[in-house]
């Protein structure tokens, strides 16, 4: 199975500041990253007009995409309860992947790295700190059992991460 690490924090705490960084700094370190971004919101990775989106909108329950660049996998689920992150997990191919980032589903059963800002409009009592999590990333020292990562520290994030990744090898 390939290692996850997810990315856990309050909205506008800065996970996907950090992703943007990490991502490229641990390919730099020869870690293959995959990344599974949830959200809330109703989205759409096609756009109206083109041939994909209105062949799929006619009801195509599994629509790829492929270019010589990438292709994409788009399934409707409408029906569905809230998809789990192990059945997305398992329709990435493991042969190309070191490690899958997660940014969100921060009540899955994963290791999780849980992000702090301070002045985000949280307070450190509010950290859900369960077994799962392995370190938190915070602008501001915080007394906690686990790891404290500086937030703006990214060389310390990357190094932990590697070090994390070795251990579970």
Known sequence: MIPLLAIAA???TGKTTLLKKL?????????????????????????PGKDSYEL????????????????????ETPEEPEIDLSYLVNRMD?????LVLVEGFKHEPVAKMMLFREGSGHTQDELVLDEHVIAIASNIPLDVEVPVLDLNDLDAIVAFILAWLKAKN
């Open 10 to 12: 309050w909205s506008g």
């Open 23 to 47: 991502i490229p700094a641990l390919c730099a370190a020869g870690i293959r990253p995959g990344l599974i971004k949830h959200t809330h919101h109703d989205m759409d990775v096609d756009k």
């Open 56 to 75: 799929r909108k006619a009801g195509a329950a599994q629509t790829i995409v492929a270019s010589s660049q990438r292709w994409a996998l788009m399934t």
């Open 94 to 98: 493991a042969s190309l992947l070191d």
